[in-house]
């Protein structure tokens, strides 16, 4: 039974267009057929508090014997780590807030990225090793090569790094630029490249989900 687990964090409940691109992914997936489930998790309308403790940060066989860490917490990480070990495939709306990710997202990492659980430590545990997951990233300027702020972009960067290189996850990205081309006047000779971006955006995951979702490509139809 292919299991989604659908990540949402944009603080705008309107208008937010990662939300919409996550939302076309899930549908795709929805449709594949009726095993196809869907573990969805909002973490700007159901936060996780920030860390209480650096001891959450460490396997609870590798805390110092100062390191406590409550319980309440605790049960959350387990719940977190649960959800996402458990899923075949993971979604993540990730708007870009000041050239990073939202607060929200960044503490549901906080929780989940954890030496001696999820990344190797005394041991060689790696359990989203190979896991794809796909990050829906929405921006209101552009950063792709060639245009002026390339290199500014820490929030694909950042998850890259956390979800691919130390979690060991296959890391599809899908980006969506010039979200703003309609709202900051500088921006809106760009609008139709900004039309351009979020058609090719919605095309890409349409794409990833029927194919990480395991239907057939059509060339093997009968
Ligand atoms: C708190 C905040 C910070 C933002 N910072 C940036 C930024 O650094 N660079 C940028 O290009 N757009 C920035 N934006 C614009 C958002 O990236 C853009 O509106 C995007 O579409 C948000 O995703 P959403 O539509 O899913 O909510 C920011 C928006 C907010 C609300």
Redesign the pocket.
Known sequence: MPQLLHLDS???LD?????AVTGQFSDVWHALGPDHSVIYRDLHRDAPPHLPTSALHWAPHLRTANEVAPPAAEALQKELIDELVSADVVLI?A?????SIPSTLKAWIDYIHVPGITVPFDAPTRPLEGKPVVVVS????QYGPGTPDFGADHTVAQLQQVLGSALGMDVHVVTVDL??ASRVPALAPLAPRAEASLSDARASVTGLATRLGGAPASDELG
């Open positions: 944009s603080a705008d208008s937010s267009v990662s939300r709306g708007p870009m807030y000041n050239w929405s921006r209101g300027n979200t703003l």
